[in-house]
C-alpha cells in the first residue's frame, strides 16, 4: 500500500472507517468474551484451521465432527499455555460439512460472523495435481509503524497513529517475514512469487535485508516491484541491482504453464503507472504464448476498483486480458486484504485474487495447487507465538474494523477454479 496507508483522493474511503467505528460496538471484536476474536482462516479440501485469543494463558483445543450434535474428535493446540491459539484439523474429507467448537480450559467458543462453527471442506479440481506454487508479498522491511493512516497534505495530522511492536528485541517486520519463510519451506511449493513491497523506503539496505531473508527459501522464487520499491532520488535501481534483474517485468514458464510478473509502479514516486514499452511487451508475451494457460501478477488489484488504481490503466490491462482467455487467474497484492474479484464484462469467470500481507493482519501467504483441471487457492496465517500476537494486534487497524476489510469473506482466502474445456486441451498438448 502507500506509504504509511495514504489514502489519496477517494474520501469516500475515510468517511467508511469513521462510520464504520459505530460497528465496533455492536460486538466485532467481542472484547468481553474470555474467548474472543475466533476466526475460521483456512479450508482446504482436508483440513481447516481456526484462531482465537483468550483473556489469559490456557491450553486450547477445537472439537469436530460431521455432526452437530456430537463433536467427538479433537485437535489439540501445539501449545500448552497461551493466549493466542492456533489450531489445526487435518484428515477430513473432501467436499464434506464439518462442525467444530473451540475450547479453552472450561470456557467453550460460540459461533460468531468469522468463526460460524460449521465449514464445508473444498473439492479439488478434477485430474492429477501437478505442481503448487506459493504468492507472498507486502513485506515492507524495516518499516517500524503498521497501519499508519495520513493524508496527502501535510497539515492534517495523522488519523491513525499506527501499531508498533513493544518488545526490543526484533520488530515486526523481521518475525513476520520469518516466519512466513519457514513454513512456505515446509510446503512442497515449487516456487515462490513475491508480489512487490519487499521494502519500507526503497533503500539499498533494505533491499539487501529482504534479499537476505529470501534467500534463505529451498526453492527459486520471483521479485515484482512494488509502490514502496521505487527509485525515486536514488542513484540507481536497487530492485533491479540487488535482485540481478534485466528488467521490472518479465516472464517464465514451468510445467506447461506460464507466468507473467508486470511492474505498474511509476519510478519516481510509486503512484500506478505502465510505460508504453511494457504495455507493448505485455501484449505481445501474452500473443506469444496463447495456447499456454497463464497467470499474470501485478502488485496492485488492478481489476478491483481500488483507491490508487488509476482507471485509464485498468480499462487497458482489462482489455488485453480480455483478448487472452487463456489467462487462468491474476494475483494482485497492495490491499493487504484477502479478496477475491471477477470482472464478467472482460474476463468472465476468471479470479482476480488479492493475497493478505505477510507484515500484518492476517500475516500469512497463498498457496496455489494446479492440477490437470484446475487450482485451489488458499491463504494460509503464519502461527509462531510473534505472529499470533503481532495479527491480534494489528486487528485493531482501520479504526477496528481490519476483519472487516482485510479477512472479507471465507471464499475470499478457499477457493477452487475449474478450468475450461479449452484449457485443458492445452494441457494435453
Not at 460497528?23 to 476474536?37: E, F, K, P, Q, Y
Not at 506454487?133 to 518499516?143: A, I, K, Q, R
Not at 527459501?217 to 532520488?233: A, I, K, S
Not at 510509486?270 to 497463464?294: A, S, V, Y
Amino acid at each position: 500500500m502507500s506509504e504509511r496507508l495514504m489514502v489519496k483522493a477517494k474520501w469516500k474511503t475515510i468517511a467508511a472507517f469513521a462510520a464504520g467505528v459505530v460497528v465496533m460496538a455492536s460486538g466485532l471484536s467481542h472484547a468481553g468474551s474470555w474467548i474472543r476474536n475466533e476466526e475460521l482462516v483456512t479450508v482446504t479440501d482436508t483440513s481447516f484451521a481456526v484462531t482465537w485469543v483468550t483473556e489469559s494463558e490456557s491450553d486450547g483445543r477445537v472439537r469436530y465432527s460431521r455432526s452437530k450434535r456430537n463433536l467427538d474428535q479433537v485437535a489439540e493446540d501445539p501449545v500448552e499455555n497461551t493466549r493466542f491459539h492456533y489450531v489445526e484439523v487435518g484428515g477430513l474429507e473432501p467436499g464434506t460439512e464439518y462442525f467444530y467448537r473451540t475450547e479453552s480450559d472450561s470456557k467453550k467458543g460460540r459461533s460468531r460472523g468469522l468463526s460460524p462453527g460449521r465449514l464445508v471442506t473444498l473439492t479439488p479440481p478434477p485430474g492429477k495435481l501437478l505442481f503448487e506454487f506459493v504468492v507472498m508479498n507486502d513485506l515492507h522491511v524495516l518499516e517500524d509503524i503498521a497501519g499508519l493512516i495520513v493524508l496527502p497534505v501535510d497539515w492534517i495530522p495523522p488519523l491513525s497513529k499506527g501499531f508498533t511492536w513493544p518488545y526490543p528485541v526484533r520488530n515486526y517486520w523481521e518475525f513476520t517475514l520469518e516466519e512466513a519463510v519457514n513454513e512456505v519451506n515446509k510446503t512442497d511449493a515449487r516456487f515462490v512469487v513475491v508480489n512487490g513491497d519487499l521494502t519500507s523506503w526503497f533503500t539499498k539496505h533494505e533491499f539487501e535485508v529482504s534479499k537476505d531473508m529470501l534467500d534463505r527459501l529451498r526453492m527459486p522464487y520471483y521479485v515484482l516491484r512494488g509502490n514502496h520499491d521505487r527509485v525515486e532520488n536514488n542513484p540507481e535501481d536497487y530492485f533491479l541491482t540487488v535482485f540481478g534483474l534485466k528488467s521490472s517485468w518479465y516472464s517464465f514458464d514451468y510445467a506447461g504453464f506460464h507466468f507473467v510478473c508486470l511492474d505498474d509502479n511509476r519510478l519516481e514516486d510509486g503512484w500506478h503507472g505502465f510505460p508504453e514499452e511494457e504495455w507493448n511487451w505485455f501484449q505481445k508475451d501474452l500473443r506469444d504464448h496463447f495456447i499456454m494457460p497463464t497467470f499474470v501478477f501485478a502488485h496492485r488489484p488492478i481489476g478491483a476498483d481500488w483507491a490508487d488504481v488509476n482507471e485509464d490503466i485498468r480499462n487497458r490491462y482489462l482489455a488485453i486480458l480480455s483478448q487472452n482467455r487463456q489467462v487462468v487467474g491474476c494475483f494482485n497484492a497492495h490491499s493487504h486484504r484477502g479478496k477475491v474479484v471477477r470482472v464478467p464484462e472482460f474476463t468472465g469467470d476468471t479470479p482476480h485474487i488479492e493475497v493478505p500481507a505477510v507484515k500484518e493482519y492476517p500475516t500469512g501467504f497463498g498457496l496455489v495447487r494446479v492440477y490437470e483441471g484446475g487450482y485451489m487457492y488458499n491463504f494460509f496465517m503464519t502461527h509462531s507465538q510473534e505472529c499470533l500476537e503481532w495479527s491480534d494486534m494489528t486487528r485493531g487497524e482501520y479504526f477496528g474494523l481490519a476483519p472487516r476489510i482485510l479477512m472479507c469473506k471465507l471464499e475470499d482466502r478457499n477457493l477452487v477454479y475449474e478450468f475450461s474445456e479449452k484449457i485443458k486441451s492445452m494441457l494435453k498438448r
